[in-house]
RNA sequence: GUGGGUAUAGUUCAGUGGUAGAGCGCAAGAUUGUGGAUCUUGAUGUCGUGGGUUCGAGACCCACUAUCCACCCCA
């Protein structure tokens, strides 16, 4: 037999149950937070049409052009392992006729997504994200909600010292004006631009901003900011927003130069920044997107949602101590001598599971000295050693192990003694 | 796509051109019915892959691959 040589593709990882546990308690206490806010659980495919993401996301953004897990099928259908959770909600929004529920809509989730780039610390090609999205409300104060639930989520885990960011991007009446504005601007260092940038210029020049060559940076410096350029509407929302986080007491710096690469953002976008995550700070990101539904084929409905990096939510988290989330421990572990104490033990630990009680009993034929090693090394709270003597007699012993006490009762008497936990 | 570091046991890592190593973990044993401490013993290696230099390469050189970090971008 040729042995094969196993591998992990590039990007990825095994979650051990150790921190697989991590990403459960993170899950639980998102899932409690958000259902406090109003928010249902949703759980869309991994994969969606091509489609869905070109138009969801944006034709010009990174993430499309360069970063999707894009194959086609055996029925030759152009499917894409979703890079991003958004596009996933809205269109299910739609699909299934979510409009004519009581608004808003208000969905959690949490999944793996997809991108192909390469890999560094906090950034990987499988990587989970959770977030929500809250569909048909047009008004700030949703925005504010959105915020909130981020902070009371980060509260719970005992972060209370990340920088929100926040910013406003416009809307379809104020961003081409400034557009142009930018584009005026920019017209007379063209040349030193970077080659990145003289595309953007033309396809989107708002990204122009955010660009960190230092020749960009020197010319982005003193450009105008959409912020400074904001319609009525636009601006009076964002005082809003301000007003909104003012009155719950979370602080925020406004940050002129967030754009967000996704194409979908409008108004109110947001960050949430780390120091303990290598370069990639950004935790957690999100905003308005009130295009968004109209664009994959709704009625014209806003929304806001963000997304955060669980991976990188984890290192913030490790980086302010380690963080120990206990697993279970047997109760009982049996420990017994012979084909026939098995047999009359292992009818006893089947009662027992039968009742969710954790037991646990050797599987490995090891010897009486073995599998008390072994019970000690799973820390099992009790041991009881059967033989074909206890089993005639009907009296055994019952270890606990933490002191070493022994302590003698009946055999007919353990599973009532384990479920009711008198020893 | 571009740059730099790294690659040796399950894992963390030593290893000066001359026999492949340690800690931890795993397994067996130290009075044939009792764990933790200690001790003994054992198993697991294509030394990332392929070339080259050399009497001789885990070590030196080249290429490739993987991995980590960084640029770009994002969570």
């Not at 090609?125 to 809250?134: K, L, P, S």
């Not at 037991?359 to 599998?371: F, N």
């Amino acid at each position: 037999m040729v042995k094969m040589k196993v591998s992990l593709p590039k990007g990825t990882k095994d979650i051990l149950s150790e921190e697989m546990r991590k990403y459960r308690y993170i899950e639980n206490v998102f899932s409690e937070v958000c259902q406090n806010y109003g928010y249902g659980e949703i759980n869309t495919p991994v994969f969606e049409y091509t489609e869905l993401f070109q138009r969801g996301v944006g034709e010009t953004t990174d993430v499309v052009q360069k970063e999707m897990y894009t194959f086609n099928d055996k029925g030759n259908r152009s499917l894409t392992l979703r890079p991003e959770g958004t596009a996933g909600v809205v269109r299910s929004y739609i699909l299934n006729g979510m409009n004519s529920l009581p608004q808003p809509i208000k969905l959690f989730y949490m999944g793996k997504m997809y991108r192909y780039e390469n890999v560094q610390k906090g950034r990987y090609r499988e990587f989970t994200q959770i977030g929500v999205e809250a569909i048909g409300s047009l008004i700030p104060e949703i925005d504010v909600e959105t915020i909130s639930l981020l902070n009371t989520f980060f509260n719970k885990l005992n972060i209370n010292d990340l920088q929100i960011r926040i910013n406003s991007i416009g809307c379809k009446e104020c961003r081409p004006k400034y557009n142009e504005i930018l584009k005026d601007y920019y017209r007379n260092y063209l040349d030193d631009l970077c080659d990145d940038c003289k595309i953007r210029f033309e396809k989107n020049p708002l990204r122009l901003i955010d660009c960190k060559q230092h020749q960009c940076m020197a010319i982005s410096k003193n450009a105008p900011y959409l912020l400074d350029n904001l319609c009525d509407e636009c601006t009076d929302d964002f005082n809003k927003v301000k007003e909104g986080l003012d009155n719950l007491g979370i602080r925020y710096i406004v940050d002129k130069t967030i754009v967000r690469g996704l194409d979908y953002y409008t108004k109110t976008v947001f960050e949430f920044i780390s120091e303990n995550v290598g370069t990639q700070a950004t935790i957690c990101g999100g905003g308005r997107y009130d295009q968004l539904v109209e664009m994959l084929g709704g009625k014209p409905t806003p929304g806001i949602g963000f997304a955060m990096g669980v991976e990188r939510l984890m290192m913030e988290i490790e980086a302010r101590g380690v963080m120990l989330i206990e697993p279970k421990f047997p109760v009982l572990s049996m420990v017994t001598l012979g084909e026939a104490a098995y047999k009359f033990s292992s009818r006893i630990i089947d009662e027992l599971r039968k009742e969710d009680i954790f037991v646990d009993i050797d599987v490995m034929g090891r010897g009486l000295k073995a599998q008390m090693k072994y019970a000690d090394k799973m820390k099992s709270k009790y041991v009881i050693v059967l033989g074909d003597e206890e089993i005639k007699t009907n009296k055994c012993r019952i270890k606990i192990m933490e002191s070493g006490q022994e302590k003698e009762i009946s055999v007919d008497s353990i599973v009532n003694r384990i479920k009711e936990n008198k020893i």
